[in-house]
């Protein structure tokens, strides 16, 4: 079997930058979970707007606390990334469903994804090693 090649390790700066990016979804994402749980007005008035029973707020933010801790979690972030990215999914579905404005609401989770994975990326050397990023000259 043959053993993976990790590329050489980047430089404090972007390891920071991964870690800060990481950190920025993870905090983003626990209060949205967060508030999914406490049944206040807007998030029964958002999931009336996005056409679902203000009851799967409940699920639906158990389901991102989930995702969101596995991401957190070093041993776990690849598989917490690949569920965020489907959650995101599932987002930008609903928005298209609704019609809603395209570079606000519907693209949001995309700006999420790219966010998720640039962190990870940036702090996980396994990750950059499996999708090395290489210069036009190297093809």
Not at 100 to 106: A, D, G, N, V, Y
């Amino acid at each position: 079997m043959n053993a993976i090649a990790l590329p050489a390790p980047l430089t404090g700066k972007w390891i920071w930058t991964g870690r800060v990016l990481s950190g920025f979804i993870v905090t983003f994402l626990l209060f949205d979970g967060v508030i999914k749980l406490t049944g206040l007005p807007v998030v029964v008035d958002t999931f009336a707007e996005l056409g679902y029973p203000a009851k799967h707020a409940v699920m639906i933010g158990i389901v991102e606390l989930a995702c969101v801790l596995l991401y957190a979690v070093p041993r776990t972030a690849i598989l917490g990334a690949i569920l965020l990215t489907a959650l995101y999914g599932g987002g930008i579905s609903t928005h298209i469903r609704v019609e809603s404005p395209l570079f606000s609401h519907t693209l949001f989770g995309v700006y999420l994804g790219l966010f998720t994975w640039a962190g990870l990326y940036l702090r996980e050397p396994l990750l950059r090693a499996l999708v090395p990023l290489r210069s036009p000259a190297s093809y």
